[in-house]
């Protein structure tokens, strides 16, 4: 079983949707992350939290230690957004663990 | 900008022969990491450096090697490319050593071995 789940795997939804995709994990961790992939692109990190939550725009991210869980949200969704969405966590050092990833299509 | 920046974008190499990715930062980042991402999966850590130390994932094969002459560049060898080393090869850099810490990505390398 991998230390991240992500989901779902894959999402399609129409422009100006909520989006929710999840994030569970095994191990006490120091940090998650939320990151963005364009295909064919490199990586964009969205958010690093510890506790609680962040906004920035309209992406919204969640954290529950103590269910070890988190939410990363878009408002108003846009075809501009659709990516791969991967979770991430730190485990103490600066290595990070990866989810597999959530692909987002947003239709016009 | 700061930045991290990876060359070249696209590398096509035969099997069997040495082939070198370069990265560099003007970010003055203490870490630099590098990445392997093969279609469709999760990017999986091969080394990093803090500084000029050097740190190998116990699983990266020894056909990489990485070298790392100055803080701005870091540099991935592969010594001997099988097909299987077709990938999307990804460049990071974070500031804090010995603490979660944001990382930031190159646009990658994706390497084609024919």
């Known amino acids: 079983k991998n230390e991240v789940e992500q989901s779902p795997q894959n999402l399609t939804a129409q422009e100006g949707e909520f989006i929710t995709i999840n994030c569970s994990y095994s191990?006490?961790?120091?940090?998650l992350h939320w990151l963005q992939q364009h295909p064919g692109g490199g990586i964009v990190s969205l958010f690093m939290?510890?506790?609680g939550k962040k906004k920035h725009g309209r992406l919204i991210a969640t954290i529950n230690i103590q269910e070890k869980h988190s939410s990363l949200h878009i408002t108003a969704s846009h075809p501009r957004d659709s990516a791969v969405y991967i979770c991430?966590?730190?485990?103490?050092?600066?290595?990070?663990?990866f989810g597999q990833g959530t692909r987002l299509t947003i239709n016009p | 900008d700061a930045m991290v920046i990876q060359n070249p974008r696209y590398q096509v190499t035969q099997f069997g022969k040495p082939v070198t990715l370069s990265c560099s930062q003007t970010?003055?980042?203490?870490?630099m990491y590098w990445y392997q991402q093969k279609s469709s999966q999760a990017p999986k850590l091969l080394f990093h450096?803090?500084?000029?130390?050097?740190?190998n994932e116990a699983d990266t094969p020894d056909n990489f090697q990485s070298r790392r002459p100055n803080t701005s560049f870091c540099f991935l060898d592969i010594r001997s490319p099988g097909l299987g080393d077709a990938a999307m090869y990804l460049c990071?850099?974070?500031?804090?050593?010995?603490?979660?810490?944001?990382?930031?990505f190159g646009p990658g390398t994706r390497l084609t071995v024919l």
């Open positions: 990071a850099t974070s500031k804090q050593p010995r603490s979660a810490d944001t990382q930031y």
């Open positions: 939290l510890s506790s």
């Open positions: 970010l003055n980042h203490n870490v």
């Open positions: 191990v006490g961790i120091s940090a």
């Open positions: 450096y803090y500084d000029k130390d050097f740190n």
């Open positions: 991430a966590i730190n485990q103490g050092a600066q290595k990070l663990v």
